[in-house]
């Protein structure tokens, strides 16, 4: 377990001295062995720390006993508001490229990156807030017309609904949790705000890009680039779908309705009982034991498409899929069962580089996103289609042929909502509702009248994953660049060659964060992240 195992009597002294006498640990650490100590020590209470935060938040959503999130919560507070342990890190951050310890080095970065994120997420006020948030927009009851209506239902009836004033009743829904939320989430951003600018940064999102190491402007850059490119096309798909939805000026809640239309491939090809069988055949063939991965599975309502949460990486990993229907449940659960992969697959015996996903710092979440995207992008394949649906070479084609429009609208709404977000947090201040309209306006082609009520504050990923909508858009990039990559290397056989499930493992998995995951991309596709592959799929070239 121990990385000195013959001085098992001196790990024990030492670490229990050091953790006795935490007022003046740097005092105490003067060698590398030491250190070393120190770290082993320090890492084995953030893990306990993450993994009552996991159980905490699958209890949440699962339902299946009682969470603690205050108590989860507080076993971090303890870490990361402790300033001795954070001076500690600072001093021998400063001496790393002496200690002729790569991993090491590595090690007291994370550690680094995750004091300046830490010391905001164990902020008493903030995770106050954060936690009363996360339980309201939970636990919410939609109702419509007296009844009441889960977040799913919403959903299938927004595609399926023939009547548009019947579809815009449909999407006011969640205004009613917006009303309800909007006051608690502007104090919440404004409280991010105040503690990153006192730890040196413009707001909290810039300090959010900094910890994953995003380089501010170059995201700006490329977003702002994706949708350049990408607005004729999407200008193409709204005065096409205003044909086929017969109807003369087109609103943000038809939106749904018409990527269902453009979709040529049936919800009957993809049965929702059927969904584990499939997925776990498909990850047999192409060479995972799938049948002694610690990976669990349940279907249920929550205020997400799908969530993994890595319990206690490697050994723990479980997700929730929230029943929609037809092929976006499996393009989810794809997405999900990659996270819960990724998770499994990580070979690195030390916490804080295995990639929790709790505190800003301790990993980048557009790679995490990315590697899991990979797994969905498979579902899009017409080979993939033929040999695991019931779907005929006719239907794998035709849906081929017409996927672009649904994805140039995830594309845009994903863009709509990084920028909404990222407005926010430059001032809280300000008009959200009006912001709001103004990002439909530019990023969705579409407006919104002033005396509708505004919906941004029933997101829960504001609270719960804040600063985090690029990596959706990035996730994209890195799925389609290293898809890119397995079409190459393994051309027809990717679906079922048992020989993939190694290389994925070795490239993307294994090392967890030892790496940034910049480097990681490029070592695994041979070039820096760009959006060449990705636009490719949209159909539009660079």
């Known amino acids: 377990m121990f990385r000195y195992k013959s001085h098992y009597t001196y790990f024990l002294i ?5 953790f006795a006498s935490c007022e003046h640990p740097r005092d105490t650490v003067s060698t590398k062995n030491e250190l070393l100590i120190y770290l082993d020590t320090l890492e084995q209470a953030y893990e306990e720390a993450c993994i009552q935060t996991g159980m905490a938040n699958w209890n949440l959503y699962s339902g299946e006993a009682v969470h603690n999130l205050d108590a989860a919560k507080a076993k971090f507070a303890k870490i990361f508001l402790d300033s001795s ?3 500690l890190i600072e001093v021998w951050r400063g001496k790393s490229s002496a200690l002729a310890d790569d991993t090491l080095a590595r090690r007291l ?17 903030i995770a106050a807030n954060e936690n009363y948030l996360q339980k309201k927009i939970t636990n919410f009851k939609f109702s419509y017309l007296g009844n009441r209506i889960s977040l799913a239902e919403i959903g299938t009836r927004l595609r399926v609904e023939q009547n548009p004033k019947q579809r815009k009743n449909y999407w006011l829904i969640t205004s009613q949790l917006s009303d309800n939320a909007q006051d608690e989430l502007v104090e919440l951003v404004k ?3 105040e503690k990153a600018k006192q730890l040196g940064f413009y707001n909290y999102y810039s300090l959010s890009l900094f910890l994953q190491q995003i380089k501010e402007d170059w995201l700006l850059k490329t977003l702002n680039n994706l949708e350049e490119k990408t607005r004729a096309n999407f200008q193409e798909f709204i005065e096409s779908s205003k044909k086929k939805l017969k109807t003369k000026k087109f609103h943000p809640w038809d939106f749904d309705a018409a990527v269902y239309r453009w979709a040529s491939i049936s919800d009957s090809h993809f049965p929702k009982d059927s969904i584990f069988p499939i997925l776990h055949r498909f990850h ?3 060479g995972f034991k799938v049948d002694s991965l610690p990976i669990k599975e349940t279907i249920k309502d ?3 498409g799908g969530l993994n949460i890595g319990i206690n990486i490697p050994h723990d990993s479980r997700y929730l899929l929230n029943p929609i229907t037809g092929k976006r449940f499996y393009n989810v659960a794809f997405h999900e069962y990659g996270h819960a992969l990724h998770t499994v697959h990580t070979h690195i015996r030390y916490p804080i580089l295995k990639g929790y996903e709790w505190i800003p710092g301790a990993s980048c979440g557009a790679y995490a996103e990315g590697v899991a995207e990979l797994q969905a992008e498979f579902v899009n394949d017409p080979e993939w289609l033929r040999t695991y649906t019931s779907a005929s070479q006719d239907d794998a084609e035709k849906y081929v042929a017409t996927r672009t429009f649904g994805d140039l609208y995830y594309l845009r709404r994903t863009l709509k909502d990084f920028f909404f977000e990222y407005e926010m947090y430059k001032n809280p201040d300000q008009d959200l509702a009006t912001l709001e309209r103004e990002m439909y306006k530019k990023y969705l082609l579409v407006e919104i009248d002033s005396t509708m009520p505004h919906r941004y504050a029933s997101s829960i990923w504001y609270t719960m994953y804040p600063c985090y909508y690029q990596n959706y858009i990035l996730s994209k990039m890195i799925s389609a660049q290293v898809y890119e990559v397995i079409v190459n290397k393994f051309g027809s056989s990717k679906i079922s060659n048992p020989e993939l499930s190694g290389w994925i493992i070795e490239h993307l998995y294994a090392n967890g964060e030892v790496q940034e995951w910049y480097e990681r991309i490029r070592n695994t596709t041979g070039k820096s992240l760009e959006t060449g592959a990705y636009l490719r799929t949209l159909k539009i070239m660079d």
Do not use: T
């Open 14 to 18: 030492v670490s229990l001295f050091l």
């Open 85 to 87: 342990n954070k001076k």
């Open 109 to 125: 970065e994370l550690w680094w990156r995750c004091f300046l994120g830490g010391n905001i997420y164990s902020d008493s006020a």
């Open 191 to 193: 409280l991010r705000n």
């Open 284 to 286: 047999k063939n192409i």
């Open 302 to 304: 929550i205020p997400f």
